[in-house]
C-alpha cells in the first residue's frame, strides 16, 4: 500500500509538471491526478483497482496521441517508468491476490480438520457416555440380580428353617409320645413284677404255713448212651417227695409206682448225636432239667448177597513208569441240584487203586480229580498241560470217568459234564467226548484205554432227568471211527441210562469193572486179562442186575478185542 500511495504522488506530481506546457489536458490531468488520489486516501482496496485502471487508460491515452501532441524526451521516459511501476503493482496485486487465497484456503482446511476433530471428539464423547450408562445400567441389573438372589436365598432359608422347626415340633411330639408309652409300660412291668414278687411271697408264707417241699425232683438217667439201632429205649427214674409228672422233648411221659419211666425214641441221622431235654416238675412247681445224648453206633451190615466188598489188594501187577491215568468222578454238580451222580467218587476213588495194582500205574503218575477239582479248567489243564508235562509220548495212557453225559441235540457230539458244567449250555460248558480224544492224540502215546461210566441219555444213575425239555436224540457219535491205539469202555448204550448198586454204594458198571480187574474176568485163567474178556464179564453181570431193577443197561467196547489189558501175578 506505501509503493501505492509513492506511485500515485509520483504521478499526481508528474501530471502537474507535464501538462504545464500543454494547457489543453492540464485540467484533466489535475483533476484525474487528484480523483485518484483522494480514492486512494478513502479506500485503499478499492483505490488500488481504481488507480490500475486509471494508469492504464492515462498510458494509453498517453500512447494513442503522440500526433495531438509532442512529448518531451523526458515525457516517454516517465511513461516507460510508470509502466514499469503499473506492472510491479499489478505482480504485486496478484501475488497479494494468491496468498490470500492460499490463506482462506489454509483457513478453511483449519476450519475442517478443527471440524473433524469437533466431530470424532464429540463421537467419542458420545462413545463414553454409552458405555458409561450401559456399564452402570449392567451394575444396575447385576445388583437388581444380586437383591432378587439374596431375597430367594433368604426365602429358601426361612423355608428350611420352617420345615425344621416342624420336624422338631414333630419330632418332640414323637418323643413325647414313645416317653410316655415307656413310662407306661415300665409302670406296668413294675406293677406286674411287684405283683408276682407278692404273689411269691405269699406262696412261700404258705408253703412255710403247710411244710409244702421245696426241693425239686432228681431225674437218674446217665447224660450219653449209645445205641446200635436207630429205635432205641431210654430207661431212667425220677425221685422226689411229693407227686410229679415228667416231660422228655415237651412230651408226657409214663412214670411207674417206683418213679421209673421207659422212652422210646428215633433217630433219624444217624451221624449226629440226638439231645433230648427232660423235665421233672412237681406239684409245689418245683423243676429240675437235665439233658441226654443219644449216640448211635450201628451194627456193620453185610452186603447183600452177590455184591461183595471190592478188593484190589487180590492182584498185583508189576510198576511201570511208562504208564500214566487220569481219573475223574463227578457226584455233586454246581448247576444241578438234587441232580446227583449217585456214588461217582467212590467210583473213582477206588479206581485210583485199581490203575496202581491191576493196570501198573505209578501213584506219581496218577491225577485225580474228584468234585470241585473236576470242573471244566482243571479238566483241561490236566489234558492240556500236566499230560504234556509229565511226558505222554509212547506210553500207556488210562482215562477214567464217573458221572453225568450228555448228547448234542443232531446227535452227533457225546460231552462229558465237568462239576461247574450246565446241561443246558453243553457246548460252552462241557467237553466232548472227541476232543478228549484229540488232546490224548497230541501226546503221541502208545495205547489209550478210556473208561466212562456215563450215559448219554439225559438222565441221572436214578433215572431222573437233567435237562426238563429234553426230547429222544438219535446218537450217531459212535458211528465215528477211533484211533486205532485206542480202546474205549461205556458203561451202557447211548439211549440207555448207566445207573448203580445202593447195596454196593458204587455205579454198576464202575463196579463190574473193578470186580474183573481183579481176576474174575480172566475166562481162561492164564493170568492175562484181555479188552475182550473184560467186556464180556462186564456185560453179562451188568444186564442181569439191570434186568432185576426192570430196566436195560449193556456196556460196549470199542477197540481190539484180543489186546491183553494187563497180566497179573
Avoid at 483533476?31 to 492504464?56: G, N, R, Y
Wanted: proline share 2%; glycine share 4%; net charge neutral.
Amino acid at each position: 500500500m506505501k509503493n501505492l500511495r509513492k506511485i500515485l504522488l509520483s504521478l499526481f506530481f508528474g501530471i502537474l509538471i507535464n501538462t504545464s506546457a500543454q494547457s489543453i489536458t492540464f485540467g484533466h490531468g489535475v483533476l484525474s491526478a487528484f480523483s485518484i488520489f483522494t480514492s486512494v486516501m478513502a479506500d485503499e482496496h478499492t483505490a488500488e483497482k481504481a488507480v490500475i485502471k486509471e494508469l492504464k487508460i492515462k498510458i494509453y491515452n498517453l500512447d494513442s496521441e503522440p500526433v495531438k501532441r509532442k512529448l518531451v524526451q523526458s515525457d516517454k521516459k516517465y511513461i516507460t517508468s510508470l509502466k514499469e511501476q503499473l506492472n510491479e503493482l499489478i505482480k504485486a496485486q496478484e501475488e497479494k491476490e494468491k496468498l490470500k487465497k492460499e490463506k482462506l484456503a489454509s483457513e478453511e482446511e483449519k476450519r475442517v480438520q478443527e471440524l473433524l476433530l469437533a466431530q470424532k471428539k464429540a463421537e467419542e464423547e458420545r462413545k463414553k457416555e454409552e458405555e458409561l450408562l450401559a456399564k452402570k445400567k449392567a451394575e444396575e441389573e447385576k445388583k437388581k440380580q444380586e437383591l432378587i438372589a439374596q431375597k430367594k436365598a433368604e426365602e429358601e432359608r426361612k423355608k428350611k428353617e420352617e420345615i425344621a422347626k416342624q420336624k422338631a415340633i414333630e419330632e418332640e411330639k414323637k418323643q413325647k409320645i414313645l416317653a410316655e408309652e415307656k413310662k407306661k409300660k415300665d409302670e406296668l412291668i413294675a406293677k406286674l413284677m411287684a405283683e408276682e414278687e407278692q404273689a411269691q411271697k405269699e406262696f412261700e408264707k404258705k408253703k412255710k404255713e403247710l411244710n409244702i417241699d421245696t426241693d425239686s425232683p432228681e431225674i437218674m438217667v446217665a447224660e450219653s448212651i449209645t445205641v446200635t439201632s436207630q429205635a432205641y429205649k431210654l430207661k431212667g427214674k425220677v425221685k422226689d417227695k411229693s407227686e410229679f409228672f415228667l416231660q422228655i422233648d415237651g412230651q408226657p411221659v409214663k412214670i411207674d409206682n417206683n418213679g421209673e419211666f421207659v422212652f422210646e425214641g428215633f433217630v433219624i441221622n444217624t451221624s449226629e448225636a440226638e439231645e433230648l431235654t427232660l423235665v421233672a416238675i412237681d406239684r409245689w412247681n418245683n423243676s429240675s432239667e437235665k439233658s441226654v445224648k443219644i449216640n448211635v453206633e450201628l451194627k456193620e451190615m453185610k452186603v447183600a448177597k452177590g455184591y461183595e466188598k471190592l478188593l484190589p489188594n487180590k492182584i498185583k501187577v508189576n510198576k511201570d513208569k511208562n504208564k500214566i491215568a487220569i481219573i475223574i468222578g463227578v457226584e455233586k454238580y454246581e448247576y444241578l441240584t438234587n441232580l446227583d451222580a449217585a456214588f461217582a467218587n467212590r467210583d473213582a476213588n477206588a479206581f485210583r487203586e485199581y490203575a496202581v495194582r491191576a493196570l501198573g500205574v505209578d501213584p506219581s503218575n496218577i491225577n485225580l480229580l474228584v468234585d470241585k477239582d473236576a470242573n471244566r479248567p482243571k479238566i483241561l489243564k490236566a489234558l492240556k498241560l500236566w499230560l504234556p508235562k509229565i511226558g505222554g509220548e509212547n506210553r500207556d495212557i488210562y482215562l477214567f470217568f464217573a458221572g453225568h453225559g450228555l448228547a448234542s441235540d443232531d446227535g452227533k457230539n457225546l460231552y462229558i459234564l465237568p462239576q461247574d458244567g450246565d446241561a443246558s449250555l453243553l457246548e460252552d460248558t462241557a467237553i466232548t467226548r472227541s476232543e478228549i480224544i484229540k488232546l490224548l492224540q497230541k501226546t503221541n502215546p502208545k495205547s489209550v484205554t478210556m473208561f466212562f461210566d456215563t450215559c448219554y441219555s439225559g438222565q441221572t444213575r436214578n433215572e431222573e432227568t437233567l435237562v426238563a425239555s429234553l426230547r429222544p436224540v438219535r446218537i450217531v457219535a459212535d458211528d465215528q471211527e477211533i484211533p486205532n491205539n485206542f480202546t474205549i469202555f461205556t458203561a451202557s448204550a447211548n439211549d440207555q441210562t448207566s445207573g448203580s448198586i445202593e447195596e454196593a454204594k458204587h455205579g454198576m458198571f464202575s463196579y463190574y469193572l473193578m470186580k474183573g480187574m481183579e481176576g474174575a474176568a480172566d475166562q481162561n485163567n492164564d493170568n492175562k486179562i484181555s479188552n475182550g474178556e473184560l467186556i464180556a464179564y462186564v456185560q453179562e453181570n451188568v444186564s442181569k442186575v439191570a434186568f432185576s431193577q426192570n430196566r436195560e443197561q449193556d456196556p460196549n467196547m470199542s477197540g481190539d478185542k484180543d489186546k491183553i489189558l494187563f497180566s497179573y501175578k
